[in-house]
Every structure is written in structure tokens, then in C-alpha cells.
């Protein structure tokens, strides 16, 4: 059992083979989604979400490393427990992993991908690849660099 | 009421109506209206903080896991503060209206209790969320006071008050090693718990017990979390506070209107033995005056 835990510790990846290896049965992930509107999930359990972050996409299976993480605007896909896939937008935010397998991502704000406007994200993207090239200050640009990125992961996410 | 009926039927002026000492009809009639008014408002404002605690608590259920989840963060990774170190935060977070019960002078009792305790050589910095504790707390400890925001109340908090807030205590450059937020947690409707929040500074979380055990976690994305989780955790605040609030005006505003009402019971006894101690004083007058002549 040490051996196995210390295997889970070094790698997040292997947790899942390990737990094909072990007889154990399903380990839970105690999952809170929030976005300041609207709470998706708490402490629910679900098998798997993929969330966008800075350091890259990467998939949160129950028994993860502990880990801690910051969100990029993107897609957050939750793997339910019956089966059905769920996507929500976020504009940005924090994933926490704690040892005991709860997982908090706390977004700034999120909206489910369905309720995205195709048209308004295309006006919008315009817009800020308009304010990106005519920005003068370090911190304009930084403000256009950060509302282009966001569209640019917008129209990604409709696809 | 009833020692003042009694006296004036004893006391006989036949030429005047105004006996001093008793009140008289026209100023019971103004104290009646004026109570009457009293309780128009009072319970207009009743009215107006349900509809508002209504919409407040709807919102802080999607508010708590920002500090529920950022809390146990800091649990489960040993996150502790250790307050013998010098520089020390204190944040304190209720709003600029009145008349909420003891919403304002809860939070300032507790920010007294905890300065009271701290060690000697340190020094700490208060950021004042909301007017009404400003006002006292720069009468206590002017020199420590640091940022105080205002016109908070009035609508509803969002996420982006929270991080302008985070903001401005991040980027003052006041390095604190030991911070600690005070607000009211919204219990039920009729009560709130006075709370203290720790807020970790960035060193706190660096040099935790546990940490070693978070995998891949580099300087930027330590500093990034911190910045969120300060922001969160204020949110969360806020969110809790205006609920706790909302809900004890509602109660201050619904005592108060059935208070105004029990003083407008008791005032109309006394207008109507009054007015009826007047009339009768009058006809005596007459009779005796008749029987006189």
C-alpha cells in the first residue's frame, strides 16, 4: 500500500494505472466548481475534469498528486459519474488538489459552453485585436494582451 | 400614566386647561404622530432589508466554496501564521449604513480583543472595509490605520470589488506576516457569528508544513494562487457580510416597529384618559360656575 501511494506521489499520471492495478474500489474526488454567480458542483463526485491551466491542460483523476494550479481562459470538461460530459467556459480562477482527493476549482467567472454568443465573440475578438495593436502603455497592452486571449480561448472553446 | 389622570382631577386651576407637569392633548397628538411615522419607516426599511437579504443569501450560497475551499486548502496543507513575527494586517469588513443592530460594534469589539493581546514591538496596520467602523477605529488607533474603502452597502458585492480590494492590498507593498480578516458569518436569520479569518501571507503558504507534498508548484504559480485566494477569501467576506447584515436590519427594523407600536398603544390611552379628564374637568367648571351665580 506504501509502495502504491508513493508511486501516486511521484507521478499524477500513474494514479490511474495504479488504481487498475490495485482491488480497490473506486476512489472518490470530492469536486467544488464555482463561479461567483453560480456553484456547479460541490463536493460532488465525479470521475474525471480536464481543466486549462497556466503550466497546460492537464486531466484530474481521484487520487491526484496534490497539487495546486491557476486557471487560463478556457474549457473546464467534466467526466460525470453517469457518463455525460459537461463543458463550462472560465475566464480564469485557481484548481486546488488536496491529499485528500477534493478538488476546488474556483473560477473567476464561468458560464456553461452553451450559452455562448458565436456572433459577440467574433465582434469581440475584433475589437480586442483592434485595442492590441493601437495600445501605447505597458499596462494597455498587457489589458488587450489579456482580453485578446480570452476571446482567442472563446472561439476555441465553440468549436 | 394612571399617577397623572389621578393628579389632575385633585388639582382644580377653573381659568386655565394647562396644568403644569401633565402633558397636554396637542403635545400627546404630535408625540402620536410623530411615533406613528416612526413606525411607517421602520417598517418600510423591514420590508426593503427582507427583499434584499432575500437576494443576499441567494447569492451567498455560490459564495461560500471561495472560502470553504480556499480554507481547506490552507488545512490540509498546514498553512499556519505565526504572530510573534513584527508586521501584522487586520482587516476589519462590515459597511457604510446604520441601523443593522450590532453588526459594526460585534466587529470592532473582537478587532479591540485581538490588539489588546498582540506582543509588545509589533506593529500592525488596519484596512477598514465600510464607514461605520472607520469612524471608530481612527479615534482608537489613528497611526495604524492603512486604506479604508467606502460606499460598500449600497448594491450588492461582486468579485470585482473583491479583487480591486485584493488589489490595493497587494500592491501598497506592505509585507505582512501575519494577517487576520474580520467579519460576521451568516448563521441564520436571527443571528451572525463575529469570525476571524487568518489570511496567509505568501511566506505563510511558502513555508508550510505540507507543502512539499503539492506537486510541481513553482514561484509564479504560488504567487498567482495567492493573489485568487486572497481575492476569494475577501469575496467570501463580503458576500457573508452583507447577508449577516441584511438579515439584522430586517430583525433591528421589525423590534423597532413593534416597539413603535407598543408606544402608540400606551400614547392613545393616555390621549383618550386625557382628552376625557379635560372634558370632564369643563363640565364641572360649568356646573360649579352655574351653581355660583
Redesign the interface.
Known amino acids: 500500500m506504501s509502495v502504491l501511494r508513493h508511486l501516486t506521489?511521484t507521478n499524477?499520471l500513474l494514479a490511474k494505472v495504479t488504481r487498475e492495478i490495485s482491488k480497490r474500489s473506486y476512489a472518490d474526488m470530492s469536486f467544488?466548481f464555482?463561479?461567483?454567480?453560480?456553484?456547479y458542483y460541490?463536493n460532488a463526485n465525479v470521475k474525471q475534469v480536464d481543466v486549462p491551466s497556466?503550466?497546460g491542460s492537464f486531466g484530474i483523476l481521484p487520487e491526484h498528486?496534490?497539487?495546486?494550479?491557476?486557471l487560463k481562459p478556457g474549457v473546464v470538461t467534466v467526466f460525470e459519474e453517469d457518463g455525460s460530459v459537461k463543458k463550462y467556459f472560465v475566464s480564469?480562477?485557481?484548481i486546488?488538489?488536496?491529499?485528500?482527493s477534493?478538488v476546488?476549482v474556483?473560477a473567476?467567472?464561468a458560464h456553461p459552453v452553451d450559452r455562448l454568443d458565436a456572433q459577440a465573440i467574433r465582434d469581440g475578438l475584433a475589437k480586442s485585436q483592434q485595442e492590441l495593436n493601437s495600445a501605447t502603455t505597458e499596462l494597455a497592452k498587457a489589458q488587450a494582451q489579456i482580453s485578446f486571449e480570452c476571446y482567442e480561448a472563446l472561439s476555441k472553446a465553440l468549436e | 400614566m394612571e399617577a397623572v389622570f389621578s393628579r389632575s382631577v385633585q388639582i382644580f386651576t377653573p381659568t386655565c386647561t394647562h396644568v403644569r407637569g401633565m402633558a397636554t392633548l396637542k403635545d400627546i397628538r404630535i408625540r402620536l404622530k410623530s411615533v406613528t411615522n416612526i413606525q411607517k419607516i421602520t417598517k418600510s426599511m423591514k420590508m426593503v432589508s427582507a427583499a434584499k437579504y432575500a437576494r443576499a443569501e441567494r447569492e451567498l450560497r455560490p459564495a461560500r466554496p471561495y472560502g470553504k475551499g480556499t480554507q481547506s486548502f490552507y488545512d490540509r496543507a498546514e498553512v499556519t501564521q505565526d504572530d510573534s513575527k513584527p508586521n501584522h494586517l487586520i482587516v476589519s469588513m462590515t459597511s457604510d449604513r446604520g441601523l443593522c443592530g450590532g453588526i459594526h460594534s460585534n466587529v470592532v469589539k473582537a478587532i479591540k480583543a485581538e490588539i489588546a493581546e498582540k506582543k509588545p514591538g509589533v506593529n500592525f496596520k488596519i484596512v477598514c472595509i465600510g464607514d461605520k467602523t472607520k469612524l471608530v477605529l481612527q479615534r482608537l488607533f489613528n497611526q495604524n490605520m492603512f486604506y479604508s474603502f467606502n460606499n460598500v452597502g449600497k448594491t450588492p458585492p461582486t468579485f470585482a470589488d473583491a479583487s480591486f480590494i485584493a488589489k490595493t492590498i497587494m500592491e501598497s507593498g506592505y509585507k505582512y506576516d501575519f494577517g487576520t480578516m474580520y467579519f460576521n458569518v451568516f448563521k441564520s436569520v436571527v443571528s451572525y457569528n463575529t469570525t476571524a479569518q487568518p489570511i496567509f501571507s505568501e511566506e505563510s503558504v511558502a513555508t508550510a508544513e505540507k507543502l512539499t507534498l503539492y506537486d510541481s508548484i513553482d514561484e509564479d504559480v504560488l504567487k498567482s494562487y495567492n493573489e485568487f485566494a486572497l481575492a476569494s477569501l475577501v469575496y467570501y467576506g463580503l458576500k457573508e457580510g452583507a447577508c449577516s447584515e441584511q438579515s439584522s436590519r430586517m430583525t433591528a427594523m421589525e423590534g423597532a416597529s413593534k416597539n413603535a407600536g407598543e408606544m402608540i398603544d400606551k400614547l392613545q390611552m393616555t390621549y383618550n384618559r386625557t382628552r376625557q379628564a379635560v372634558i370632564t374637568r369643563e363640565l364641572i367648571e360649568i356646573i360649579s360656575g352655574a351653581a355660583a351665580l
Open positions: 506521489r499524477g467544488t464555482s463561479s461567483p454567480g453560480n456553484a460541490q497556466l503550466s498528486v496534490p497539487s495546486l494550479a491557476v480564469g480562477g485557481n486546488t488538489i488536496n491529499d485528500d477534493s476546488q474556483l473567476e467567472e
